[in-house]
């Protein structure tokens, strides 16, 4: 009897382990929740992917993108439009934190979500293309132009689904630069709710219907789900880090200095390793970034002008019109146009790096011009350092063969006698100031 009773306990307490209330291994909706806080990029593009494909391989309940940007790389957002309506599990947008905003592309990817939600107080439109996909600057009017209707044809596609006015604003956000706040945005059909925190935007959303990219319907049951963070990895955080062009013109000024150690120096390797990896990681960042590749060149003339002030006697007039042109590449460079979400480059940052880049390559030139000058062999600046031997004794004053000429010499250590080896210490006229060499014991 009392076995039987301890063999049901155990299949009791098992029962227990493998049902959904013991481990919760077994049916428990799960939300996964990704966060961005920054500029629209491909790095940003990338996150989005894994976290749905995470979401996907998981069996996800939804995924809940808390979203504060002020917009970012067209290309990028294009992607992610596309990213989320190929998703096999439910996506919803929250334009979070309070104060936050999802502009500019941040509004199209609020567009393409299977739902979208702000929280009180934050901002959504503003959506014209400032720059084509690729960064490039100085873009015609009439390219900008024809970019704009595309994408206001392609947000109304997506804002269709939401009903005529929320695809009618959808139009005007991109072709007139039109916001909306969560009120606004409510009543127009672009979002479905207003949530002041996340369990409030988990009980607004269920029970509600939506319908994937492949037309299934999906109801939402996410009222008590759990939530799982999905950070950014670590590499997807430094390329992150890397998009800003303050970051860049520092990558680059140190990139640039390092290869000049590595080659004043050579037989190293460390100098030259760091060199060309800075200059990688701001040749990536330069490509993400909108750039004026002129900007670029003209900071190429001014490490010209740098090094032609060092053989030049110029007295310092090459290297202060290297550090104006600096200034100048650098500023057309990341000359970002208004309202950019990368920001713009720091005019005292840009001042500061090219004149620290001035004086340190005037330094490690100067450096490796002087260690390349071969020691004089002839005259007397030759003698300096020679070994020779006296021929009559020194007292302090005799004579001495060095270098196979037979010289006045002068003791600086007292008498030296005849054979023993002396070191030229000085020249003075026509005659050495030499001491004695110690003998080998």
């Not at 005007?172 to 996340?198: F, N, Y």
């Not at 010209?304 to 110029?314: E, H, N, S």
Request: charged share 20%; net charge negative; glycine share 10%.
């Amino acid at each position: 009897m009392r076995t039987r009773a301890v063999v049901l306990l155990v299949g009791v307490w098992l029962l227990g382990l493998l049902s959904p209330s013991g481990v919760g291994a077994q049916g428990e909706r799960t939300v996964f929740v990704l966060t961005v806080d920054d500029a629209i990029t491909t790095t940003i593009a990338d996150y989005f992917e894994r976290g749905i494909d995470l979401a996907e391989e998981a069996g996800a309940e939804a995924v809940v993108i808390r979203l504060n940007t002020p917009g970012g790389d067209l290309a990028s957002t294009v992607r992610i439009m596309e990213t989320l309506e190929n998703a096999q599990v439910p996506v919803i947008v929250y334009v979070w934190p309070r104060g936050g905003m999802a502009a500019s592309a941040g509004t199209l990817i609020l567009l393409a979500a299977h739902g979208a939600a702000m929280a009180p107080r934050t901002t959504i439109g503003a959506a014209h293309p400032v720059t084509l996909p690729g960064g490039e600057e100085g873009v015609p009017e009439d390219l900008i132009e024809k970019m704009t209707n595309v994408m206001a044809e392609h947000a109304a596609l997506f804002a269709e689904r939401r009903g005529e006015e929320a695809a009618t604003w959808a139009e005007k956000a991109i072709r007139e630069s039109a916001t909306a706040s969560p009120e606004e945005a409510l009543e127009l059909g672009v979002i479905d709710l207003i949530a002041a925190d996340m369990d409030d935007l988990l009980e607004g959303f269920d029970g509600r219907q939506v319908r994937l990219g492949d037309g299934r319907e999906v109801v939402l049951r996410t009222a008590g789900a759990a939530t799982r963070e999905v950070p950014m990895s670590l590499i997807e955080q430094l390329l992150s880090v890397l998009i800003n062009p303050n970051i860049a013109l520092l990558l680059l000024a140190i990139g640039v200095q390092a290869i000049l150690i590595e080659l004043s120096s050579p037989g190293g390797w460390v100098a030259g390793f760091v060199g060309v990896l800075c200059l990688a990681l701001a040749a990536y960042s330069m490509g993400v970034l909108p750039v004026n590749w002129l900007g670029l060149l003209l900071i190429v003339v001014a490490f010209v002008l740098f090094a032609l002030d060092i053989k030049a006697p110029t007295h310092g007039a090459l290297t202060a019109a290297g550090v104006g042109t600096f200034i100048a590449g650098a500023l057309i460079l990341f000359n970002a146009p208004v309202g950019s979400p990368y920001g713009r480059v720091s005019v005292p940052l840009v001042v500061a790096v090219a004149v620290m880049t001035a004086l340190f390559f005037a330094f490690v030139v100067a450096k490796a011009i002087g260690a390349q000058k071969p020691r004089p062999v002839t005259g007397k600046e030759g003698l300096i350092g020679r070994q020779g031997v006296v021929k009559a004794r020194l007292d302090p004053r005799g004579i001495v063969l060095v270098a196979g000429e037979r010289w006045q010499a002068e003791s600086l250590e007292g008498p030296i006698e005849e054979g023993e080896t002396v070191e030229v210490v000085e020249v003075v006229g026509f005659r050495l100031r030499v001491r004695k060499v110690a003998s080998d014991a």
